[in-house]
């Protein structure tokens, strides 16, 4: 018996990365699932490899942060499957820059992918789930949301913004049974960071900064957020979970008792 059995669960951002892999393993997991993404056709490839492998998925073309297709996105979920248990909002996207550098545009742009995204979804699936007894709230947010990232101003504040949202979401509908949490995934190997870190030094860089001293797979996010949408974490709402291979852990001082580079130690 799979820990979703029975359960109905929408994944935003589902055609690519972090959230093709959750949808394929909700739906392993027992989940019906509806794979949203700005990019019908390729929600639409994750639902139909869902379905090749056994499970059952449907797909729906929206962009999250426009409150119509979010309010669609749920009026749809709930009319082909019957309810909804489990929201994802996962779709997110990142513009580099400086206060000075950063468009204005693109500030409105990224607040609107990342974070109205999460308000929307909350604000349509809520209903849905009291209707149900309850449901659980994922959010992607980052470890960006908590730290000080350099040259990425609205992703950091976007993130931020989503860890707090979560909070304050969670505190509102406890009562309803509604859990709500977000993932702060450290580097995940996933398309855009791919592309992202095609210089083998950036890329060095990276995986060096990881304790684990290796970037993150999509896999390693879906399992976090399976707990998360699971009754295993029945007793989790208002956290944000870190799945970033010890980055955070890890002190720029390196050992303090002996602080020079290894190879002078
Ligand atoms: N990969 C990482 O290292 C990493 C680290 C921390 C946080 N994240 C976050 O994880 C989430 C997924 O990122 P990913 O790395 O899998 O990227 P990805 O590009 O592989 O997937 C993101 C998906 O979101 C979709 N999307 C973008 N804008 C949308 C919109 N307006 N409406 C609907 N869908 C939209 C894209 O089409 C894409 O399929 C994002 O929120 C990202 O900020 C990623």
């Known amino acids: 018996m799979g820990l979703l059995e029975n359960k109905i669960a929408i994944v935003t951002g589902a055609a690519s990365g972090l959230g093709a892999a959750?949808?394929?393993?909700?739906?392993?997991?027992?989940?019906?699932?509806?794979?949203?993404?700005?990019?019908?056709?390729?929600?639409?490839?994750?639902?139909?490899?869902?379905?090749?492998?056994?499970?059952?998925?449907?797909?729906?073309?929206a962009d999250v942060s426009m409150a119509e297709d979010v309010e669609a996105m749920v009026a749809e979920t709930v009319a082909q499957f019957g309810g909804l248990d489990v929201l994802f909002s996962n779709a997110g996207t990142l513009r580099p820059g400086t206060a000075v550098e950063l468009s204005v545009e693109d500030w409105d742009y990224v607040m609107g992918v990342n974070v109205r995204s999460v308000f929307l979804g909350a604000k349509y699936a809520v209903p849905a789930m009291e209707a149900r007894g309850g449901g659980s709230i994922i959010n992607t947010a980052s470890i960006?949301?908590?730290?000080?990232?350099?040259?990425?101003?609205?992703?950091?504040?976007?993130?931020?913004?989503?860890?707090?949202?979560?909070?304050?979401?969670?505190?509102?509908?406890?009562?309803?049974?509604?859990?709500?949490?977000?993932?702060?995934?450290?580097?995940?190997?996933?398309?855009?960071?791919?592309?992202?870190?095609?210089d083998p030094e950036v890329?060095?860089?990276?995986?060096?900064?990881?304790?684990?001293?290796?970037?993150?797979?999509?896999?390693?996010?879906?399992a976090a957020a399976l707990w998360l949408a699971s009754?295993?974490?029945?007793?989790?709402?208002?956290?944000?979970?870190?799945?970033?291979?010890?980055?955070?852990?890890?002190?720029?001082?390196?050992?303090l008792a002996d602080p020079r580079p290894a190879h002078r130690r």
Do not use: Q, W
């Open 22 to 61: 959750s949808a394929m393993r909700f739906a392993a997991e027992g989940a019906a699932v509806m794979a949203v993404d700005v990019r019908g056709p390729k929600a639409a490839e994750t639902a139909a490899a869902i379905n090749e492998a056994g499970g059952h998925a449907l797909s729906f073309a």
């Open 203 to 222: 890329m060095a860089v990276n995986v060096n900064a990881h304790l684990l001293g290796r970037l993150g797979r999509p896999e390693e996010i879906a």
């Open 231 to 255: 009754d295993e974490s029945s007793f989790v709402t208002g956290e944000h979970l870190v799945v970033d291979g010890g980055l955070r852990a890890k002190s720029p001082l390196g050992t």
């Open 144 to 198: 960006s949301g908590l730290h000080g990232d350099g040259g990425a101003v609205v992703y950091a504040a976007s993130k931020a913004a989503v860890i707090n949202l979560t909070r304050a979401l969670a505190t509102d509908h406890a009562a309803a049974g509604i859990r709500v949490n977000a993932i702060c995934p450290g580097t995940i190997a996933t398309p855009p960071v791919l592309r992202m870190m095609s």
